[in-house]
T-cell receptor, first 113, second 112 residues
Framework: KAGVTQTPRYLIKTRGQQVTLSCSPISGHRSVSWYQQTPGQGLQFLFEYFSETQRNKGNFPGRFSGRQFSNSRSEMNVSTLELGDSALYLCASRGAATYNEQFFGPGTRLTVL | DAKTTQPNSMESNEEEPVHLPCNHSTISGTDYIHWYRQLPSQGPEYVIHGLTSNVNNRMASLAIAEDRKSSTLILHRATLRDAAVYYC?????????????FGQGTELSVKP
């Protein structure tokens, strides 16, 4: 069974631009969560989608948004990028059979110049 | 969400047991104790979870104190591959969502 995949793996943007990151969950998983990891703040929850609906949201500004498609693939978008948005963005998927276990992808490393 | 406290770092020798402690004095009766680890340059991976009783799986054992205010993740024979940051996380049993609140974790180094 293929794991969680994230594209692209690395991305360089400049301040003010916007970016879209993609996450494909494990086949059959309907829940996708997104996290931001920085050296200063550690791993922080961004939001979770389940069956195309946002179920939970972390404490991030509205510049961070996401969506989920009918095939459970998810995208997150960051508009008007700031230097502080440089981070590793991780997504995780979860299935009904593995309720207590989240499977993380390798992440997308975003650098904002 | 209740908070967990872990040592910032620990060292171990290869092939020796490792005991990673976690304090969670404000744990509620409905909080599960989860452990994840993050190997270098990878996303976190699930290790184990428990509620009240000690738990074993192929990766590790979880020992939970009787009052549930602390727990210990036990790696029975550390290998170089076990060098990672280990996170102890509390998650309410009623939490249907996927939100995990990560602390700073314990960075485990393993010496050959």
């Amino acid at each position: 069974k293929a794991g969680v995949t994230q594209t692209p793996r690395y991305l360089i943007k400049t301040r003010g631009q916007q970016v879209t990151l993609s996450c494909s969950p494990i086949s059959g998983h309907r829940s996708v969560s997104w996290y931001q990891q920085t050296p200063g703040q550690g791993l922080q929850f961004l939001f979770e989608y389940f069956s195309e609906t946002q179920r939970n949201k972390g404490n991030f500004p509205g510049r961070f948004s996401g969506r989920q498609f009918s095939n459970s693939r998810s995208e997150m978008n960051v508009s008007t990028l700031e230097l502080g948005d440089s981070a590793l963005y991780l997504c995780a998927s979860r299935g009904a059979a593995t309720y207590n276990e989240q499977f993380f992808g390798p992440g997308t490393r975003l650098t904002v110049l | 969400d209740a908070k967990t406290t872990q040592p910032n770092s620990m060292e171990s020798n290869e092939e020796e047991p490792v005991h990673l402690p976690c304090n969670h004095s404000t744990i509620s009766g409905t909080d599960y104790i989860h452990w994840y680890r993050q190997l270098p340059s990878q996303g976190p991976e699930y290790v184990i979870h428990g509620l009240t009783s000690n738990v074993n799986n192929r990766m590790a054992s979880l020992a939970i104190a009787e009052d549930r205010k602390s727990s210990t993740l036990i790696l029975h024979r550390a290998t170089l591959r076990d060098a990672a940051v280990y996170y102890c996380i509390l998650r309410d049993v009623g939490n249907q969502g996927g939100k995990l609140i990560f602390g700073q974790g314990t960075e485990l180094s393993v010496k050959p």
